[in-house]
């Protein structure tokens, strides 16, 4: 153990005033690092107070375009393979789907060595005429340390949105010090069908450096040609929060989900034009997936019972059909199973009672069919998942409506 030096002390001083000389206090370099560590938190739990008493919740209507007289749909499925991998990375994850003018689409995830990797990179694949085409880079850290301003040490989950005028908008998970719970949200567009991308900003989530908030669902429309973007907070608590932005991709308002504590990557849908559910990944021991609602176009929330289907900390994902059903992507838990190894897609009328359509992919206890993302072109559903955490998996179906119902 480190034992701190005493001054040399002359033989004429008498025994006392040694004493005293070799009992000067020193202050340990562990008291600075706690001292540190509690400023932290207090500027933490301050930051999180000016947020929510400053935050203005602003409501919007949710756009219902293409929505049918509600009727019962079926699924076929027409194809299921694997997106393109780029070379040379053996690790892929967090894929997102936006779609195109014309039936085609967008798919983006990460690759590279290994999550968090310094070869991770943000890569795009475009769907057309029923093929997906190769990978190219969209985002890595070097281009996101360049055009922000600062060193990005990782870079993570992307999501993606295409607004009216055919801009696509491409939100990037991105750290410089620190685990995933120091991240920040880089907001990238593209006028050119997604070859190339521009920062345009680091998004406003945070009066403490914007930390902290990170994306992984997909964002929902809204009736005036902007849209909803799910964001979540990460460090100490978890929560789910919601961004608006306007049609020309400026962020206006943000929002809280509810009042818990312990869930995140909230999928958004809309049941009509002013009420909205919240579909939430779980990060307590309940192990349910969480729920919550709103009744005023997403400015206010309520947090309502988790739904009767199990949730170990893992992602979901969940639209509405054109026509009124409701689709969720879940990974199911059977006897002998683990949190990812089976990946469910169940429908509802309602939003609270769900029944089977399919397990997309199972296989043994250790397994990973995870982080799945989907979305309705016309009368076709697309889903993405991460396989294994080696590639992308894309599943495509016919959606087959029936009669009408009352």
């Not at 990973?368 to 989907?374: C, H, I, K, N």
């Amino acid at each position: 153990m480190y034992e701190p030096e005493v001054p040399t002390v002359s033989a004429g001083f008498p025994p006392l005033e040694r004493m005293q000389i070799s009992q000067i206090p020193r202050t340990r370099p562990g008291q600075w690092t706690v001292l540190a560590c509690a400023l932290i938190v207090l500027l933490v739990i301050g930051a999180e107070a000016v947020r929510w008493q400053r935050t203005a919740h602003a409501s919007a209507v949710p756009s219902m375009a293409g929505a049918v007289a509600a009727s019962s749909a079926t699924l076929v499925e027409l194809s299921h393979i694997h997106i393109p991998a780029p070379q040379g990375m053996p690790s892929a994850h967090a894929s997102a789907l936006t779609p195109l003018a014309g039936d085609g689409m967008l798919a983006f995830w990460w690759a590279g060595s290994r999550e968090s990797g310094p070869d991770v990179k943000v890569f795009a694949s475009r769907w057309r005429n029923g093929a997906w085409s190769a990978p190219w880079v969209v985002a890595s850290r070097d281009s996101l340390g360049k055009a922000l301003g600062f060193g990005v040490r990782r870079i993570g989950n992307p999501v993606a949105w295409t607004d009216r005028a055919g801009k696509i908008h491409l939100y990037v998970v991105a750290t410089g010090l620190g685990g995933w719970a120091a991240a920040r949200i880089a907001h990238l567009a593209s006028t050119d069908s997604g070859t190339s991308f521009q920062v345009k900003r680091v998004l406003p989530t945070s009066p403490l450096f914007n930390t902290s908030a990170l994306v992984r669902t997909s964002p929902v429309a809204l009736n005036d040609g902007g849209w909803w973007l799910p964001v979540y907070f990460e460090i100490g608590n978890k929560y789910p929060m919601l961004m608006a932005f306007d049609a020309n991709g400026n962020p206006t308002s943000l929002a809280r989900i509810g009042h818990s504590t312990s869930t995140l990557q909230p999928a958004i849908v809309p049941v009509s034009a002013h009420e909205v559910r919240a579909l939430m990944r779980d990060d307590s021991n309940q192990e349910r997936v969480q729920h919550a609602s709103s009744h005023d176009g997403g400015a206010n929330w309520e947090d309502l019972p988790p739904l009767d289907l199990p949730n170990k900390s893992t992602s979901v994902a969940a639209i509405r059909l054109t026509s009124g059903q409701f689709l969720m992507l879940h990974n199911h838990i059977a006897a002998g199973g683990s949190d990812r190894n089976l990946l469910r897609l169940s429908i509802s009328d309602d939003m609270r009672s769900w029944r089977t359509v399919a397990d997309i992919a199972k296989g043994p206890a250790g397994d990973e069919f995870s982080y799945p993302t989907m979305q309705q072109v016309g009368d076709e559903l697309h889903i993405t998942y991460t396989w294994q955490r080696q590639a992308i998996a894309h599943h495509r179906y016919r959606i087959k409506l029936g009669e009408t119902t009352s």
